[in-house]
């Protein structure tokens, strides 16, 4: 019995599921909620008296993403292309409606409560942003490439603007640098020449300079992040014990649970600083370690992506390509800060730090690299036996349900004609008809 089960699963299972991407989220997913977990139990006891309160949540999180990975798998990719612009049109509303109802936490404002959760509306911005950017490319590729004027770009860059706008005035400005770092990427992809692209770019770190400085506490964390030994015991208290606890780690680590920055000295430690943890915990291996899975993961992204771009899939190529750019650059943007590289930004590292929103943006995700391999799959294969065997079922379906009411409406003819004849047999009138 079982054998017969697994032979009926496994031709989906070769055909239309990456293996190695599977085997990647879930490794990924694994090691984020053992350290997550670790990072967070000193926190979540002294605040709300559990120690798991933080890994409880998580995972109801994870369950959330879940559902909504398996639902978002099984929409083909152009039901997300022939929405086109809508997509965008819910985002920008929550955009707003988060800066008149959100909830504060920490000074900014990011997040809309929904029951006892919340959800971080700048999480979700990105996969949409995405899946836009990806249709604008296909409808407008040609006029990027060939296009001697600018105007090919005012679209896409107007959307950018508007969307970093809305994320300022939040603020969450590290996801203002991954918006346009992935868009960008994308616009270069699309066919963008080179040399408007880093106009572009010079425009957009001068853009990203002048935020700095009109903002106070940008300015010092600038300062801090200069010399951060210098302001220890303020702006550059989180830079200093996120290097202790990497420096602490060596090359095998102090061993799982056995951090000391976590306990109370490293603010953020289970979110914005969660790989300070990983690298005192498991050392430069578990550094390697993990920097090889997230290679791993990007490396799928743009195979995926590859594979769909010779399959003419280009709507998929190019959604696979926008995720592989916003997980390379968020990862190395999340370690960048933990090891002093760039400034203080409040960026989690997917799948380890804590927090649903990002999961369950990462899962969508996921779901969407797996449906783009399918549909890939499907273009230069076709459908295996049993998917043949269920389209033919569903079609069947579908027909016998269109077919019913004239089988019905023709036994209703054949009914009364009987019963007509029946009554001109023997001379009665049949029920309901009309004397003439």
């Known amino acids: 019995m079982l054998k017969r089960i697994l032979a009926d699963f496994y031709p989906e299972w070769e055909r239309y599921i990456d293996r190695a991407l599977l085997i990647n989220i879930m490794l990924l997913v694994g090691l984020g909620t053992v350290v997550m977990t670790s990072a967070s139990i000193a926190i979540a006891e002294k605040n709300n008296g559990s120690a798991y309160f933080y890994l409880n949540r998580q995972l109801i999180f994870l369950v959330i993403g879940g559902i909504a990975a398996y639902i978002t798998y099984q929409f083909r990719l152009t039901v997300w292309q022939n929405l086109g612009p809508t997509l965008l049109i819910p985002i920008l509303v929550l955009l707003v409606t988060v800066l008149v109802i959100g909830k504060e936490i920490n000074g900014s404002t990011r997040w809309i409560g929904v029951g006892p959760l919340s959800i971080q509306i700048s999480e979700i911005t990105k996969i949409s942003f995405i899946l836009y950017m990806a249709g604008y490319l296909v409808r407008h590729g040609k006029d990027l490439a060939e296009s001697k004027s600018y105007k090919p770009l005012f679209v896409p860059l107007l959307i950018i603007v508007i969307i970093d706008v809305l994320l300022i005035l939040e603020p969450d400005f590290g996801s203002v640098i991954m918006i346009t770092a992935t ?88 979110n914005d600083y969660v790989f300070a943890v990983l690298a005192e915990e498991f050392g430069f291996l578990g550094i390697v370690v993990t920097l090889a899975l997230f290679a791993w993961l990007v490396q799928r992204a743009f195979v995926i992506g590859f594979n769909a771009d010779k399959a003419k899939l280009h709507y998929g190529a190019y959604v696979a390509y926008g995720i592989g750019f916003w997980i390379g650059f968020q990862v190395l943007f999340h370690i960048g800060v933990n090891l002093a590289i760039l400034p203080p930004k409040g960026l989690t590292l997917p799948f380890i730090s804590y927090g649903g929103s990002s999961l369950l943006s990462i899962l969508i995700a996921m779901a969407l690299l797996m449906r783009t391999h399918r549909d890939t799959q499907i273009a230069l294969f076709g459908l295996s036996d049993k998917e043949l065997q269920k389209q033919r079922q569903r079609k069947e379906k579908i027909s016998a349900r269109e077919q019913a009411p004239a089988k019905i409406a023709k036994t209703s003819r054949k009914r009364k004609a009987a019963a007509s004849k029946r009554a001109a047999t023997s001379g009665r009138p049949v029920r309901g008809a009309r004397n003439v």
């Open 183 to 270: 868009g960008l990427a994308l616009l270069f992809l699309g066919g963008v020449k080179l040399h408007r692209l880093l106009f572009l770019l010079v425009v957009a770190i001068v853009a990203m300079v002048g935020m700095v400085m009109a903002g106070g506490y940008r300015v010092a964390r600038v300062i801090a992040f200069l010399n951060p030994w210098e302001h220890a015991q303020d702006k550059g208290y989180q830079t200093v014990h996120s290097l202790m606890g990497i420096g602490d780690g060596g090359w095998f680590g102090v061993g799982l649970g056995g951090s000391v920055q976590k306990l109370f000295y490293l603010p953020e430690a289970h």
